[in-house]
């Protein structure tokens, strides 16, 4: 009868531990979203933090979770495969230059990506880093309609703006802090109040801080489209 009960406590045993590995094995490591593979941190200052997600073709950048509200900017989009924990794939295609908004600090999310094309995905991204709105009031832009509105919310507005060779862009006022991320690259000219005008070559995924109170035209002094995203904050 010992023996008997012996027998038993073991296999009880090795089935609880069986069990625990099979929930072990079926439940995948979940990195935070700056360590996760393909997600480079490349900035950061009190009020952002600038992700490059660049997902090589044929490559999973593994299961991850967001918690920061984030804007974002597919500069080289591609075929990919998406996996929210515990919920089926869904195939994605989406078109360059796409300006997307989470609100991940309402609702965080945990999932895997997957390029499944033959060309890089790559996004860039600007976490918030300040938990609430209404720090600052940004500009309408309504005065110079190059500067087309493509997000609108409690968090953050941004405007594309597109220049073809030889084309300008009059003077606008940014009123809060921001982020610029270039789509299509080319020779810019800069021009502000009281300083010299500012060649620049702007290249696809380039990002720069912008500080508020700058006043500012652009104009496309190359022989290529340009096209960039300007993020205010609010």
């Excluded at 989406?94 to 499944?116: E, M, R």
């Excluded at 060779?165 to 789509?183: D, L």
Aim: avoid cysteine; glycine fraction near 6%.
């Amino acid at each position: 009868m010992r023996s008997l009960l012996a027998a038993s406590f073991v296999a009880f045993t090795m089935m609880l531990s069986f069990s625990a590995h099979a929930e072990e094995a079926a439940s995948p490591a979940i990195m935070a979203v700056e360590k996760t593979p393909f997600h480079v941190p490349v900035f950061r200052n009190d009020l952002v933090r600038m992700l490059s997600v660049y997902i090589p073709a044929g490559r999973t950048s593994p299961y991850h979770t967001h918690s920061i509200d984030q804007a974002s900017v597919f500069v080289r989009p591609a075929k990919t495969r998406a996996q929210v924990l515990g919920e089926p794939p869904v195939d994605r295609d989406i078109i360059p230059g796409t300006v997307a908004f989470a609100d991940y600090a309402k609702k965080p999310l945990t999932h895997q990506v997957s390029n499944i094309d033959s060309e890089p995905f790559w996004l860039v991204g600007a976490e918030i880093m300040y938990p609430e709105p209404g720090r600052f009031t940004p500009s309408s832009r309504a005065e110079v309609p190059d500067y087309k509105l493509v997000l609108d919310n409690d968090r953050i507005r941004a405007w594309r703006i597109v220049l073809e060779p030889g084309q300008s862009a009059a003077a606008i006022t940014q009123k809060a802090p921001g982020v610029r991320i270039v789509v299509d690259g080319g020779e810019l000219i800069q021009s502000e109040a009281g300083r010299p005008d500012q060649n620049m070559i702007l290249k696809v995924g380039d990002f720069f801080w912008q500080d508020a109170g700058a006043t500012r035209a652009v104009r496309n002094s190359g022989a290529s489209r340009i096209e960039f995203v300007e993020f205010e904050l609010k």
